[in-house]
Each structure stands twice: as C-alpha cells, then as structure tokens.
C-alpha cells in the first residue's frame, strides 16, 4: 500500500465548470498563483417578475507555496469574495485565508478559515455553477459546515491500489463568541453568547469510482430558549445545547466528465434555520433568528457531460424539520453548462420550487406553518475565471 497526500483532491473539489489560475512566479522552490471567477446572470421567476442581473459567489484569491527540506512544503491563501453588482459598496469580504504544511507521506494540516473535512462528504452535490446546494451553508463558518472559521485540519489518504482508496479529515474550532457587530449592538445582553470548542471528522472510500464518505460534527452553542422551534418555553433563558451533525455520502464519477451522481443525507439538530414568511431564511442564530432543534437534508444530483464540454445536470434539495415531517426548502433545477473557451462557461438553468413551508407565528413548542409562495426561477449566464 502506498500513503498518498489528498490535498490535490480537496482543493479540486468544489472547481466546477472552466476554471484557471495565473501562475505569476516559479521556480525550484517557490511559486505564487492569483486565480478566481465572476459568474453573472440575467435571473427571474414567479417570486421575481421582472428579470434583474445578479452575482454568483465571485471570488479572487493569491496562492504561495515554499518547498522545504524533507519533502515538506508550506502554502499560504487568501481569498475574498468581490462585489461586482453594487459600486459604492463593500469590495472584499473573507471567504478563505489560512496558512498549511504538507508533505507527500506524513499529509496536510492547516490553520486559517477554510473548506473543511466535514465539508469534503457533503459537497458532493454542490457542483452546477449557479443552483445548487443551500442548507449545508447555514451559519457555516460558526459551525464548520461548508467552510469553517478559526479552524485547524488534518488530512490524509491511504492509496491501496490504482481502485482503492481511504481518505480521512480531523478538524478542530475553539470557542469563540458570536461576532456581529450589528447584532451585538442591538441586542448588548447576548454579546457574550458563545460556540464552545467543536471538534469534527471525515473518513471516505473511492472503489472502482464509487466514493462513500461519512462525516460529524459537533459542539456546544448557546442559545435564547425562545428561538428554539418545537421548545416549550416557560422562561427566557440561555440553554446550552450540542449542535451537531452526521452525514452520509455516495458519488460516482467525476462532475463536468461524462456521468456523475451523488447523494448526501444529514441528520441535525440545533444546526438549521426555518425558513420565513417570503421564502426566505432566517438569520442565523448570532442574529438572534430562530432555530430548528431536529432537522434532516437530503441532496442528490444527476448530470451527464458530453465530450464537447456540454453538460447536463439535474439536483434535488429538501431541509426537513423532523418533528412536524415539513419540509423547511424544497426545489429541484435543470442546468446546462457549456465551455466555449477553457475559463469561459456560459451555462443556464430552471428552479422548481417544490413548495416547502414556512415558520409563521404561534409558540415555539406548536408552530404555525405556512406554505410558501410558489417561487421558480430561471437562468441564464456566464461564468469567467482568471
């Protein structure tokens, strides 16, 4: 068998469609890459009726490498997502930016905010360029879902043959309190509210290119009593509870290269947030919104790349609150992305609202839930990285 570094595989995990980077400097032992993407649309719908332009997640980011003696090798990142529909307002606002040390046998551990191992299991299914996976984002960089803040990881793979694989994660968060300057002005008395230390790990096995991956994470948050849904409350005080979540993965193939598949299942609690009256999410608990005490995701996703670059895809989202068996978000979208240059992805796409339900009023321990507004919408854009 053969120890093999996963960092390639995780940094190329959630690249979808064309992508480049500009190498700026190289030699023997240093390098230093700028690299990013805008993606623009001309988006409408039922809850929409007249189109406006809108932005997808632009970013820009710089990349350092330094090898060191031994096979080592230190790399710094940075990267911001940019404003490119709104002048006058803010320009850059942090999505990554950390520092690692890497070697080809002993793995890869990093320090900073970044995408995390509980992340590698469930963003299989968050590949098209514009609809695609919004559960797994609520408050991630508290806790460490997608991306994780003020976090330290360990990653490392086992290579036992060219068919198989196993790949494991270990990441750790301390506590921190809720920062939202907003928030914390308006509401003084909660500003010392905090997210104890959480820990989380991942483990997957690629054979013959199936991927299982299994993933948890889990730790203490304080939370308002009264913003707990389906939580008797007599009383206003702050609880204690273990937000935390267990994932399951399977996928097949390689997104953006003939047939891919992928299904994500997680189990929640104190982890997701209702959805309001507009169709819209709550804040998440650091803006004192409200919160889901049990709740379950499911994803899945279909597509089918032809030679030519011209892929189809069709994905599927449902955050469920346990309890009443209602489904918080539901929708489905067809997408179709197409490379007309190797960093150029024109792409369009249909969202169907399947029609999940809102928190509306009533007690937190018996909810009043609403049906939400028929809301589809379409697509239709372009995508250029650099």
Do not use: C
């Not at 790990?201 to 304080?222: C, H, K, N, P, W």
């Not at 939370?223 to 273990?242: F, M, Q």
Request: no cysteine.
């Amino acid at each position: 068998m053969k120890k093999t570094l996963i960092a390639t595989a995780v940094s190329t995990l959630f690249l979808s469609g064309a992508l480049s980077a500009t190498q700026l400097y190289v030699d023997e032992v240093n390098s230093f890459d700028i690299g990013g993407y805008l993606a623009v649309g001309l988006k409408g719908g039922a809850g929409q009726p007249q189109a406006q332009v809108e932005e997808d997640s632009p970013r820009v980011n710089v990349e350092a490498t330094h090898a060191l003696d031994n096979g080592f090798k230190t790399e710094a990142k940075g990267e911001w997502a940019v404003n490119t529909m709104k002048g006058g307002q803010y320009a850059f606002v942090t999505r990554l930016g950390y520092v690692g040390l890497s070697h080809d046998k002993y793995g890869r551990a990093v320090i900073g905010t970044q995408y995390t191992p509980f992340s590698d299991v469930i963003g299989v299914a968050d590949d098209p360029i514009w609809f695609a996976t919004d559960s797994a984002y609520d408050n991630q960089g508290n806790l460490g879902t997608m991306r994780g803040d003020k976090m330290i990881s360990y990653r490392n793979g086992v290579k036992f043959s060219d068919d198989f694989m196993l790949n494991f994660g270990l990441g750790w968060q301390g506590q921190h309190e809720y920062d939202n300057e907003t928030y914390t002005k308006a509401y003084p008395e909660n500003s010392d509210l905090a997210y104890h230390y959480r820990t989380q790990g991942a483990i997957s096995a690629t054979f013959m290119g199936v991927t299982l991956g299994i993933a948890r994470t889990q730790g203490d948050v304080e939370i308002w009593e009264d913003d707990i849904i389906n939580r008797p409350v007599t009383l206003k005080v702050v609880v204690t509870e273990n937000a935390q979540s267990n994932a399951l993965s399977v996928k097949y193939g390689q997104y953006g290269k003939g047939f891919y598949g992928a299904i994500v299942y997680e189990k929640n609690e104190y982890m997701n947030n209702p959805i309001d009256e507009s169709g819209s999410g709550f804040p998440t608990p650091d803006d004192n919104g409200f919160i889901l005490d049990k709740s379950t995701i499911a994803e899945a996703i279909i597509a089918y790349a032809l030679p030519n670059s011209l892929n189809f895809s069709l994905n599927y989202e449902n955050l469920k609150d346990k309890k009443s068996g209602k489904s918080m978000q539901s929708e489905s979208a067809l997408q179709v992305e197409y490379n007309i240059m190797p960093s150029v992805t024109v792409f369009t796409g249909y969202q169907l609202d399947l029609r999940g339900y809102s928190y509306q009023n009533g007690t937190n321990d018996m909810p009043i839930w609403s049906k939400i507004r028929k809301n589809n919408q379409y697509v239709l854009g372009a995508k250029v990285g650099f």
